[in-house]
């Protein structure tokens, strides 16, 4: 049993790193606030003075708040619906027996090691590009006119991309699940005569239900603040403009750092709106 001695000495080394992770949250948060009540523009002057709640009005007001929050939910949800329904097809594939399986997975899992702009820019120029890209020669191939994707069908292909990044994350989770579900259950279901389908519906699918929480969690916890493949291939452009992106283009494209941070703060509501609301369905999960 620990006692009282050990557990102050454990208290005061564990309080540098909890002190510097709290400055590392802090003092940002802090700066965001202080600049969201001020008129603060770098290169026209610098800081003029309290704005008050000036900043927060015009940024909610705005023309382009709702349709940026619309579009980051968009993408949001049409991430995740294609992560987790091919996530649970490949992590069910990848459970059985077959030759190379180790590769197999590896090769699954390594578009998740690729970085945000890299991955970006691959879609871009090599599949993508509507003049030299793989689609491009796949609908000449077939007679087809090639898609100008990043314009046409823009936040489609944003999802496509962000997808492509995040469906290997999703996979090695419900993997993992797939590989603690009970062997005998499923063959005494297979004894019974129960189809396939079912055994999926009542036997898997239920069983996956924590790790399908979990990945929804933490997916929508970044997707929620996606910036880099929007910057790199549309630049906001054509309906694609996201929460993120419209307080970058408030920062630093209009150099007004108090308007921009207004729509941080605005963010950061936004996501904890989102988090409590997964939160609850994590915990509804979890006690089941």
Do not use: C
Request: proline share 4%; no cysteine.
């Amino acid at each position: 049993m620990a006692t009282q001695q050990s557990r102050s000495a454990a208290r005061l080394m564990m309080a540098p790193a909890v002190i510097l992770l709290l400055g590392w949250m802090l003092v940002p948060l802090i700066m965001t606030l202080w600049f969201s009540f001020r008129v603060y523009l770098p290169m026209r002057g610098g800081d003029q003075g309290w704005a008050g709640f000036d900043n927060y009005v015009r940024f909610v007001s705005s023309s382009s708040f709702w349709p940026s929050v619309q579009v980051t939910l968009l993408i949001v949800g049409g991430v995740l619906a294609i992560t987790i329904i091919f996530g649970i097809m490949l992590a069910l594939l990848l459970d059985q027996p077959m030759w190379g399986q180790g590769i197999v997975r590896i090769l699954v899992i390594a578009p998740f090691f690729v970085m945000p702009t890299v991955s970006a820019l691959v879609w871009k120029n090599i599949f993508m590009d509507p003049v030299n890209g793989l689609f491009a020669h796949l609908w000449k191939f077939f007679g087809a006119t090639p898609v100008e994707w990043l314009s046409q069908a823009s936040l489609q292909s944003i999802i496509m991309i962000v997808s492509w990044q995040w469906l290997p994350f999703a996979t090695l989770i419900l993997l993992t699940a797939v590989q603690s579900l009970d062997g005998e259950q499923m063959e005494a279901a297979e004894m019974d005569g129960a189809p396939v389908h079912k055994r999926f519906w009542f036997l898997t699918l239920p069983h996956l239900g924590r790790a399908i929480t979990i990945v929804v969690l933490i997916q929508t916890i970044f997707l929620l603040s996606i910036f880099a493949e929007i910057f790199v291939t549309t630049g906001g452009a054509f309906g694609t403009r996201t929460l993120t992106y419209l307080i970058f283009q408030r920062v630093l494209e209009s150099q007004n750092v108090g308007l921009g941070s207004a729509g941080g703060v605005y963010a950061i509501i936004l996501a904890n709106i989102v988090a409590i609301f997964l939160m609850r369905i994590v915990g509804k999960n979890l006690d089941k």
